[in-house]
T-cell receptor, first 112, second 114 residues
Framework: DGGITQSPKYLFRKEGQNVTLSCEQNLNHDAMYWYRQDPGQGLRLIYYSQIVNDFQKGDIAEGYSVSREKKESFPLTVTSAQKNPTAFYLC???????????FGPGTRLTVL | DAKTTQPNSMESNEEEPVHLPCNHSTISGTDYIHWYRQLPSQGPEYVIHGLTSNVNNRMASLAIAEDRKSSTLILHRATLRDAAVYYCILRTYYSGGGADGLTFGKGTHLIIQP
């Protein structure tokens, strides 16, 4: 089955530690995205990539980093510089930048 | 992307039609109107999108006002599985192709009563 997978579903980390969230898709999509969602709020764009080896900052990129070495994978690293990292993180992909986005199930990160 | 305004919540009965409004008075000529919905603890799901004409698909219909300053998502026969947060999003398309990410507001929390 084609789709987007994110792992793990729940993640706990101590304050000050970097953590990397996984996002993999087998839809052969060029574009991939990372969003953050806080309770009762809409999603906010962190980073996006329209093609391998290229990515752009979204609205809230500070404290986050990404890489896009393979078409299928777009991992997100939450660094210790992110002041309030506890949130629900969602990855998405689309055929091109202007097509509908398909979302993964999300990773709920809690920093203790 | 331009801003949209939606009611915080709406309530409807099962098996009845639901009309979810969205105001977007600052919409530009290159903005498409997209709707996504999000079930609890899940990622959003695409519902429908349009530019000027009304659109229908298997999930819903989208009615767009003639001046494009507002639109309505129509669920023809709501079920309990339609209970979700519905987001109305304007998406600017660029002539060279490619667009950046989606800009989500708080959306409308749709409650379906059995």
């Amino acid at each position: 089955d084609g789709g987007i997978t994110q792992s793990p579903k729940y993640l706990f980390r101590k304050e000050g530690q970097n953590v990397t969230l996984s996002c993999e898709q087998n839809l052969n999509h060029d574009a991939m995205y990372w969003y953050r969602q806080d309770p009762g709020q809409g999603l906010r764009l962190i980073y996006y990539s329209q093609i391998v080896n290229d990515f752009q900052k979204g609205d809230i990129a500070e404290g986050y980093s990404v890489s896009r070495e393979k078409k299928e994978s777009f991992p997100l690293t939450v660094t210790s510089a992110q002041k309030n990292p506890t949130a629900f993180y969602l990855c998405a992909s689309s055929i091109g930048g202007d097509n509908e986005q398909f979302f993964g199930p999300g990773t709920r990160l809690t920093v203790l | 992307d331009a801003k949209t305004t939606q009611p915080n919540s709406m309530e409807s009965n099962e098996e009845e039609p639901v009309h979810l409004p969205c105001n977007h008075s600052t919409i530009s000529g290159t903005d498409y109107i997209h709707w996504y919905r999000q079930l609890p603890s899940q990622g959003p799901e695409y519902v429908i999108h349009g530019l000027t004409s009304n659109v229908n698909n298997r999930m819903a219909s989208l009615a767009i006002a003639e001046d494009r300053k507002s639109s309505t998502l129509i669920l023809h026969r709501a079920t309990l599985r339609d209970a979700a947060v519905y987001y109305c999003i304007l998406r600017t398309y660029y002539s060279g192709g490619g667009a950046d990410g989606l800009t989500f507001g708080k959306g409308t929390h749709l409650i379906i009563q059995p």
